[in-house]
């Protein structure tokens, strides 16, 4: 297929390598900045374009790959003089209908997955989340992500918005605790790699039982004596203790909650 990248960042980057491994064609991509644009289509090939109105009809798939508040600007001046084509956004918070003013064919092909630019991911095995108005739009987005993941799955804008909360939780926040980690290691002259064994073990257990099964430490036995002198470390670092009493107590509550059940 002919696609056409609307945005130059580090999902429109994953995304257009996948899609030219899979065999398909980039025409276009689009971005604010010129730079950006032509740094992605050296990658993927296809024409770069900062204006917006030199995007033209040749693609079959026009994929917005941009940040939820450029979406409600952007799709009405790519789609009006593209009525016919199929569009879609790649958002893991943002409706399916914000093409209903539009367009004609237009769906959500949302990648569950982390990118950056200079890490090559293997798309084979990232979810893809497929939401779609017609047949039309379906049966070009299903295709599309047939050549790129093994893992496709259709999923309503209702039920999206939860799988990205639940993927805040999993990943943001959980890398958000990397660095608080890194923070407390650098106090005392540790290096963060030494936590790379554990971080990694962590993750492996995840996929072979469930994280309430997996969990250790002091919060879910609810060793007083540990969790006090650990928050008595951080007298001088509010927001640490903040956070540790308030992940402390949540670990413990959450176990004590499923050990009624």
Same mark, same amino acid.
């Given at each position: 297929?002919?696609?056409?990248?609307?945005?130059?960042?580090?999902?429109?980057?994953?995304?257009?390598?996948?899609?030219?491994?899979?065999?398909?064609?980039?025409?276009?991509?689009?971005?604010?900045?010129?730079?950006?644009?032509?740094?992605?289509?050296?990658?993927?090939?296809?024409?770069?374009?900062?204006?917006?109105?030199?995007?033209?009809?040749?693609?079959?798939?026009?994929?917005?790959?941009?940040?939820?508040?450029?979406?409600?600007?952007?799709?009405?001046?790519?789609?009006?003089?593209?009525?016919?084509?199929?569009? $879609? =956004?790649?958002?893991?918070?943002? +409706? #399916?209908?914000? /093409?209903?003013? &539009?367009? $004609? =064919?237009?769906?959500?092909?949302? +990648? #569950?997955?982390? /990118?950056?630019? &200079?890490?090559?991911?293997?798309?084979?095995?990232? +979810?893809?989340?497929?939401?779609?108005?017609?047949?039309?739009?379906?049966?070009?987005?299903?295709?599309?992500?047939?050549?790129?993941?093994?893992?496709?799955?259709?999923?309503?804008?209702?039920?999206?918005?939860?799988?990205?909360?639940?993927?805040?939780?999993?990943?943001?926040?959980?890398?958000?605790?990397?660095?608080?980690?890194?923070?407390?290691?650098?106090?005392?002259?540790?290096?963060?790699?030494?936590?790379?064994?554990?971080?990694?073990?962590?993750?492996?257990?995840?996929?072979?039982?469930?994280?309430?099964?997996?969990?250790?430490?002091?919060?879910?036995?609810?060793?007083?004596?540990?969790?006090?002198?650990?928050?008595?470390?951080?007298?001088?670092?509010?927001?640490?203790?903040?956070?540790?009493?308030?992940?402390?107590?949540?670990?413990?509550?959450?176990?004590?909650?499923?050990?009624?059940?």
């Amino acid at each position: 297929m002919k696609v056409c990248l609307i945005g130059a960042g580090r999902l429109a980057t994953n995304l257009g390598k996948a899609l030219v491994r899979g065999g398909h064609t980039i025409t276009q991509v689009y971005s604010r900045t010129k730079e950006s644009a032509g740094k992605l289509a050296t990658l993927v090939g296809g024409e770069f374009v900062d204006n917006i109105g030199e995007i033209d009809n040749r693609a079959d798939i026009y994929i917005f790959a941009i940040k939820d508040d450029a979406l409600r600007e952007l799709v009405p001046q790519v789609g009006r003089n593209i009525k016919e084509k199929v569009f $879609c =956004h790649t958002a893991g918070s943002m +409706p #399916l209908d914000i /093409f209903q003013e &539009t367009v $004609c =064919h237009y769906g959500v092909f949302y +990648p #569950l997955q982390t /990118f950056s630019k &200079t890490r090559e991911m293997d798309f084979s095995n990232i +979810p893809c989340f497929l939401e779609t108005n017609d047949q039309t739009a379906y049966s070009m987005l299903h295709a599309l992500a047939k050549t790129i993941s093994n893992r496709i799955y259709d999923l309503s804008s209702e039920e999206r918005k939860y799988l990205h909360l639940a993927a805040v939780f999993a990943c943001n926040f959980v890398n958000h605790c990397y660095s608080l980690s890194g923070e407390v290691l650098a106090a005392h002259g540790l290096p963060f790699d030494v936590m790379l064994p554990l971080i990694e073990e962590t993750a492996r257990k995840a996929g072979e039982m469930s994280p309430l099964e997996a969990q250790t430490g002091p919060a879910v036995r609810y060793d007083e004596n540990v969790i006090k002198a650990q928050t008595d470390l951080l007298n001088h670092e509010p927001y640490l203790q903040e956070v540790y009493r308030l992940l402390s107590s949540g670990i413990y509550q959450y176990a004590l909650q499923h050990s009624r059940q």
